[in-house]
């Protein structure tokens, strides 16, 4: 789950909450000179906080989707004299800098995930609560929609998605039940695809708790976006671009994300791995960056009453060396 609250679905202006907004401005440390990157612009909240505190400086903001870089560039109109607005994957980081002639960046910003609003345009079909075509595309245009996935994986490759992208226990019976169901006609829809899930999990496992359905559609959209592996490629890129001091903050909403920033930091952090025996270093490997706080920083009591659906948002912040 993602950072904004939209209230008009599918409308081009919506309101939103942006997670942890001044601890990722006060963890960014702005120097109002700055060149900074918003790698997921969203809804715009946190680019606008940036904006606002930048004279000369300047900021590129990133998305996939392009309805919210029209609806971002929309809302921050006032700040167009200090923002490129860029409609690409965060993964082209080198390319996108290399276009935009900026060689080194004194932040960034990445809060991952699906905005609220994604999640509440019904259409987008990212949501088990409303029936739509599925889809789960955060770039429209992009090859692979979750109804690929669902119709055209083997079992095995559906179970291994559902299992691991969605820590499921019932990954087997779910994946057997889809391909059961397909069988007959595809699936095409959310609602659809929420009843073969129930229908493929026991009664007791669809009491209380979490919705039956959301951890197979969080795997497919992980799945559909190829969400997990280009995280780790890109934090990397980002801090070889950081200036000395240059701060990325990374908001993540489940722990398979939060597992790879943590132990992607951890690597940037370390230096030489020779084996200890070694008289002197051959790998020449030096710390890249530090992490600003030990733990990952969470939203406040106060942030938790006021956006439930910061609830599994966890903050964490490097500093380059
Ligand atoms: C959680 S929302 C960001 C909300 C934003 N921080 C705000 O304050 O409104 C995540 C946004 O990142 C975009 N996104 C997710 N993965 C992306 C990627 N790999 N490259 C570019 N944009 C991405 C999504 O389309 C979505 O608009």
């Given at each position: 789950?993602?950072?904004?609250?939209?209230?008009?679905?599918?409308?081009?202006?919506?309101?939103?909450?942006?997670v942890?907004?001044?601890?990722?401005?006060?963890?960014?440390?702005?120097?109002?000179?700055?060149?900074?990157?918003?790698?997921?612009?969203?809804?715009?909240?946190?680019?606008?906080?940036?904006?606002?505190?930048l004279?000369?400086?300047r900021?590129?903001?990133?998305?996939?989707?392009?309805?919210?870089?029209?609806?971002?560039?929309?809302?921050?109109?006032?700040?167009?004299?200090?923002?490129?607005?860029?409609?690409?994957?965060?993964?082209?980081?080198?390319?996108?800098?290399?276009?935009?002639?900026?060689?080194?960046?004194?932040?960034?910003?990445i809060?991952?995930?699906?905005s609220?609003?994604?999640?509440?345009?019904?259409?987008?079909?990212?949501?088990?609560m409303?029936?739509?075509?599925?889809?789960?595309?955060?770039?429209?245009?992009?090859?692979?929609?979750?109804?690929?996935?669902?119709?055209?994986?083997?079992?095995?490759?559906?179970?291994?998605?559902?299992?691991?992208?969605?820590?499921?226990?019932?990954?087997?019976?779910?994946?057997?039940?889809?391909?059961?169901?397909r069988?007959?006609?595809?699936?095409?829809?959310?609602?659809?695809?929420?009843?073969?899930?129930?229908?493929?999990?026991?009664?007791?496992?669809k009491?209380?708790?979490h919705?039956?359905a959301?951890?197979?559609?969080?795997?497919?959209?992980?799945?559909?976006?190829?969400?997990?592996?280009?995280?780790?490629?890109?934090?990397?890129?980002?801090?070889?671009?950081?200036?000395?001091?240059?701060?990325?903050?990374?908001?993540?909403?489940?722990?398979?994300?939060?597992?790879?920033v943590?132990?992607?930091?951890?690597?940037?952090?370390?230096?030489?791995?020779?084996?200890?025996?070694?008289?002197?270093?051959?790998?020449?490997?030096?710390?890249?960056?530090?992490?600003?706080?030990?733990?990952?920083?969470?939203p406040?009591?106060?942030e938790?009453?006021?956006?439930?659906?910061?609830?599994?948002?966890?903050?964490?912040?490097?500093?380059?060396?």
């Amino acid at each position: 789950m993602g950072a904004t609250m939209s209230k008009n679905t599918c409308a081009d202006d919506f309101s939103h909450y942006s997670v942890m907004a001044s601890e990722c401005i006060d963890g960014l440390n702005i120097d109002p000179c700055g060149t900074y990157c918003d790698l997921t612009l969203g809804g715009g909240g946190h680019s606008g906080l940036i904006a606002e505190r930048l004279t000369s400086g300047r900021l590129i903001c990133v998305d996939t989707d392009i309805t919210a870089i029209k609806a971002a560039s929309k809302r921050l109109e006032r700040f167009s004299d200090r923002i490129t607005y860029v409609n690409d994957n965060f993964r082209n980081i080198d390319a996108i800098l290399q276009s935009a002639g900026v060689d080194e960046i004194d932040g960034a910003l990445i809060d991952l995930g699906v905005s609220s609003f994604q999640l509440d345009c019904a259409e987008r079909g990212f949501s088990y609560m409303q029936d739509a075509p599925l889809d789960m595309r955060m770039n429209t245009s992009d090859p692979v929609s979750a109804y690929n996935i669902v119709n055209e994986l083997s079992e095995e490759e559906l179970k291994k998605i559902i299992y691991t992208y969605g820590e499921e226990n019932f990954a087997s019976s779910i994946a057997r039940r889809i391909v059961k169901e397909r069988q007959s006609a595809p699936i095409q829809t959310t609602l659809q695809l929420v009843d073969v899930i129930k229908s493929a999990m026991p009664a007791k496992a669809k009491i209380g708790g979490h919705h039956p359905a959301k951890r197979t559609f969080q795997a497919i959209r992980i799945a559909v976006n190829s969400e997990l592996e280009i995280i780790e490629p890109t934090l990397r890129a980002i801090v070889s671009r950081l200036s000395k001091n240059g701060r990325l903050c990374v908001i993540t909403f489940h722990s398979l994300e939060d597992r790879i920033v943590k132990q992607t930091f951890a690597s940037l952090s370390s230096g030489c791995t020779c084996p200890a025996n070694f008289p002197v270093c051959v790998c020449g490997k030096t710390p890249k960056v530090k992490a600003v706080n030990k733990k990952p920083i969470l939203p406040s009591d106060e942030e938790l009453q006021e956006n439930p659906r910061s609830r599994s948002a966890k903050l964490r912040i490097a500093e380059k060396l």
